[in-house]
């Protein structure tokens, strides 16, 4: 019965919230000159929300610290930018050293380039996968670091100049149509995520997070639950790179250094380590704040007196300041491994009344 | 590459080599006390640049280069008093990533005070000589980086084995309740480690500035993550391994930049640590059955 409940009124709140976001996309695609500017910052909330749900998935909910996400991202970003970009314009695009004859007309539909790019980054994740993921917590968080810049590296470097164009980068990238197309297919993506982790290899996922040990003795292969764990947060990333790639619509090696990981790794802080709702909500506060606090990077002035705080950067630093704040007051992030969920919310509600009826009933 | 090329370039590494090292000590220190990546460090470093720029625009060299080391030293308490102790008792993901949360601030921290342009490093008189033997010309930099970075591991050698608070930092290292039951003072003991981890990372910060010659807010983030692959070469809480991961790693990067392959590098520094992880997890001089990796 409680179960049901459930189901009904946070499904129906979900299903309402797509419903107005679709609305207001499509107001805002309408108006597209006008509203330019949020446009924007939605794709790029969208965009960062998927990807930070799938670094959730191997950190928050199978508890491997993995940094190596800006290496999956550039793998999915490349791998759909090369089958993506218009036949007619890759002369303009290489033009320093030439493309491969192989690639020259090598041009797939946007949804089958992003599966590819998903693919290729879960093949490289498998292989990684096998020697990293013996290791255990900070290693693993450096090992997987160090193999998103051994990527970097080789995309940069000029054996790659014909597939990757090397050190400059790619662009000409076909963006996306509208804000609703960007919103379909995160919004996809995001529901095929919240199925794994609901499904029974998420909670086996979850239960070598609380005990390795615990969950070998049910009968969980450990290594296994862990590299599927790994390749699916890695194919789901490497998608969201190919996205990130249609939103910015030229890409080269830096756009993926570790400060991208340690962006989304932000956002998975913010909005707390195994928690779905709070990436989402996470994704969408951080890349809007970041937006909305410009302000404090130009000269503001009261009565006249220029305060000297605001200039360029300051709110980068707080930024900063507010993830220390919510690693150090709020060890599991806003939501802390919670659900934003109006229904948990009734039965907390509930119980509470239960609670005081049963005081009373005492006394 | 003929052999005075050689030469010349694995004397140069020698020298990026010896700050690698001086760095690499202190993520070593660190790690080997609290099990903690202390991805600020190379930030620490960065900031120390900082520091030597704006002191030296206002103070006599002497007096500058002992306010930087003062400076940094104090920072670096500071980061663990403020960011470390807290969480003592909390996961080990909470800590590490509040040392990510700390670089990330130290980063943007300097970025909005100092801007992203690159700052020149003054030029403390003397250290930049140009030097000639026989075919090679360097640097009295060059030349002096390694002598005192293999002092400077000689006196905490001896600091760690023969005093008694060396003792202390290798019985919290060994077992830090333990060593708390005996009477050792944990939170003196870790600040202490800090403080001489960041005043090495002071001294290597002059040392491979003046070498560069420029500071800008992200000039600490990779090195510091070479050293740490220096620390683990070497083998995690061994200040010997620091030394020769750092000088390994230093001459290797030189010489892969020599033979025109830079852009492999810094993915150098990783295909060593994978390597190593994979067939010595406890590195060259690593204590053994400690369950680390």
């Known amino acids: 019965m409680k179960f049901k409940d459930r189901i009904n009124i946070d499904l129906l709140i979900y299903v309402a919230i797509i419903v107005v976001s679709v609305i207001v996309l499509v107001f805002l695609d309408m108006n597209k000159f006008e509203y330019n500017y949020a446009i924007s910052i939605i794709e790029k909330s969208l965009v960062y929300a998927v990807v930070a749900l799938s670094m959730n998935i191997v950190t928050g909910f199978t508890g491997l610290f993995s940094l190596g996400q800006a290496g ?44 590819l790019g998903g693919i290729v980054a879960a093949v490289f994740a498998s292989l990684i996968g096998i020697p990293v993921l013996r290791l255990k917590s900070d290693y693993l968080a450096i090992a997987t670091l160090g193999f998103s810049e051994i990527i970097r590296a080789v995309i940069a470097s000029p054996m790659m100049d ?5 050190s400059y980068g790619l662009k000409s990238i076909p963006g996306f149509k509208s804000s609703l197309e960007c919103f379909v297919y995160s919004l996809i993506l995001i529901i095929i995520m919240i199925l794994i982790i609901n499904s029974s290899t998420g909670r086996d996922f979850k239960a070598i997070r609380e005990d390795e040990i615990a969950a070998r003795s049910v009968g969980i292969n450990i290594f296994k639950t862990k590299e599927l764990s790994f390749v699916v947060s890695s194919f789901f990333t490497g998608i969201g790179g190919g996205l990130l790639a249609m939103f910015m619509r030229s890409i080269d090696s830096k756009t993926f250094s ?15 380590i195994g928690s779905i709702t709070g990436s989402i909500v996470g994704a969408f506060f951080v890349t809007a704040g970041k937006e ?3 302000f404090f990077d130009e000269p503001f002035a009261i ?19 507010l993830l220390m704040v919510v690693v150090l007051f709020f060890r599991k992030g806003l939501l802390g491994g919670r659900e934003l969920s109006f229904n948990d919310f009734i039965i907390r509600k509930k119980n509470e009344k239960l609670k005081n009826v049963g005081k009373g009933g005492k006394a | 590459m003929n052999g005075m090329q050689f030469l010349q370039h694995a004397l140069t590494g020698i020298s990026v080599g010896g700050c690698y090292a001086l760095i690499a000590i202190g993520y070593t220190l660190v790690y080997g006390i609290l099990r903690l990546i202390n991805f600020a460090h190379g930030d620490i470093f960065m900031i120390a640049g900082y520091f030597m720029i704006f002191s030296f625009a206002v103070l006599p060299f002497p007096i500058a280069i002992i306010v930087t080391l003062v400076l940094t030293t104090l920072l670096g308490i500071g980061i663990e008093k403020v960011a470390y102790s807290p969480l003592r008792n909390a996961p080990r993901m909470s800590v590490m990533i509040s040392a990510i949360g700390v670089s990330y601030l130290l980063q943007n921290l300097a970025t909005y005070l100092f801007t992203a342009i690159p700052q020149p490093y003054p030029e403390i008189p003397g250290l930049k000589l140009r030097i ?8 009295f930099v060059t030349l002096i980086t390694p002598i005192i970075t293999i002092l400077i591991v000689v006196g905490l050698l001896y600091l760690v084995n023969k005093t008694k608070m060396g003792m202390a930092m290798r019985a ?3 077992d830090y309740e333990a060593a708390s039951l005996m009477g050792i003072k944990l939170n003196q003991t870790i600040s202490f480690t800090f403080a001489i981890g960041s005043l090495l990372a002071a001294v290597g910060s002059i040392l491979y500035f003046t070498d560069r010659s420029t500071v800008f807010p992200y000039s600490g983030s990779l090195p510091g993550l070479k050293c740490f692959v220096a620390a683990v070469f070497g083998g995690i809480g061994s200040i010997p391994g620091a030394l020769l991961g750092g000088f390994f790693i ?27 992880l994979l067939i010595k997890p406890t590195g060259l001089f690593g204590e053994k059955n400690i369950d680390k990796v």
Not at chain 1, 262 to 272: E, H, K
């Open chain 1, 292 to 294: 909305i606090l410009r």
């Open chain 2, 172 to 174: 919290v290292s060994r």
């Open chain 1, 258 to 272: 570790i400060t991208l990981t340690y962006d989304i790794l932000l956002i998975v802080v913010l909005g707390g």
């Open chain 1, 162 to 166: 014909k597939i990757t164009n090397g």
């Open chain 1, 72 to 115: 999956f991202m550039a793998l999915g970003a490349y791998t759909t930018a090369i089958l993506t970009i218009p036949a007619n314009v890759r002369p303009n695009v290489y033009y320093m050293n030439g493309i491969l004859p192989a690639l020259e007309n090598a041009v797939v539909p946007i949804p089958v380039a992003l599966i």
């Open chain 1, 303 to 321: 009565g006249g007196v220029e305060i000297p705080l605001f200039r360029p950067g300051f709110r980068m630093v707080i930024f900063s300041i």
């Open chain 2, 250 to 276: 230093g001459i290797c990067e030189t010489i892969i930049k020599a033979i025109g392959l830079s852009t492999f590098s810094d993915a150098f520094t990783f295909i060593v640590l994978i390597v190593m």
């Open chain 2, 132 to 139: 000639e033997i026989g075919n090679i010309s360097t640097s």
